[in-house]
């Protein structure tokens, strides 16, 4: 039997989506079940893709009861905002990673350094039950964050930012889009996320003129079009197109799953 327990940011949804439909399909799926799955829930119903949600108390059982030569993926996904303030960040996702990695052969965090709060996870929680891997470029260094992870990391990433030569921009993915004014209510942005006039002016303050779109193929959030359009026009902002891909993230994802191999 191989596991793979996977802790994700819920920025990284989509992603994950994709990388079930298109390398996962051999595998039982399992979903923790609280608030912060419901919308994978319903894009994995979308695309067919059957699935078992289980409170986190119940995997351990779950996993016992299974066939001895069955692939389980476990996925655990983490509410958007715990990045506001780092130590919560820090403290829930060690400690999901220990209570996970107790029944798992590898864990992987669908996440990047989130202000580098997350740049030593892996030493540090080496002492767990089985190997612990975050989202790395091919140098080894690990992602800054659920843009970088999309761009190819951090050189690509620069070079995006630099071709904006100076102009504030604002980079959205269509889980970015999706999601906007929690967002910039979590990030301390204002208070009230329906708050606009607020918002802009920070917006205003700190120069950003500019919306990139970024273009990674990703067709879960289908009004993702007309919500960039929407943030674009609340804070007078020009959208741009920007083209982005998962090859970083499927590099990753498929390394994690490929492990069940060496431990036949």
Avoid at 6 to 34: Q, S, Y
Avoid at 121 to 148: F, H, Q, R
Wanted: charged share 25%.
């Amino acid at each position: 039997m191989f596991v793979l327990s996977i802790i994700a940011c819920r920025m990284f949804e989509d992603e994950l989506v994709c990388m079930i439909e298109k390398h996962g399909n051999f595998a039982t799926l399992v979903l923790v079940e609280d608030e912060n799955s419901t919308s994978i829930a319903r894009k994995l119903e979308h695309c067919g893709r059957a699935y078992k949600v289980l409170p986190l108390e119940e995997v351990p059982h779950f996993i016992t009861g299974a066939s001895p030569d069955s692939t389980i993926v476990v996925i655990h996904m983490l509410e958007l905002a715990l990045h506001a303030i780092p130590e919560n960040l820090r403290r829930t996702v060690y400690g999901k990673i220990e209570q996970m990695s107790v029944y798992s052969q590898t864990v992987l965090l669908f996440y990047g350094l989130c202000g580098n709060v997350l740049g030593k996870v892996e030493t540090e929680m080496s002492k767990c039950a089985c190997p612990v891997y975050i989202l790395k470029e091919e140098n080894g260094e690990i992602v800054d964050d659920c843009i970088g992870a999309v761009l190819g990391g951090r050189g690509p990433y620069l070079s995006k930012l630099k071709s904006c030569r100076g102009v504030g921009t604002f980079f959205m993915t269509p889980m970015w889009a999706a999601n906007w004014k929690e967002m910039i209510r979590s990030a301390g942005i204002t208070n009230d996320p329906d708050n606009t006039k607020m918002a802009k002016y920070v917006f205003d303050y700190a120069g950003y003129k500019k919306v990139a779109k970024l273009n990674t193929g990703l067709v879960y959030e289908p009004k993702f079009d007309d919500m960039v359009e929407e943030f674009a026009m609340t804070f007078d902002f020009e959208i741009i197109e920007m083209d982005a891909n998962l090859d970083l993230i499927e590099k990753c994802f498929c390394s994690a799953l490929e492990r069940r191999k060496s431990l036949k």
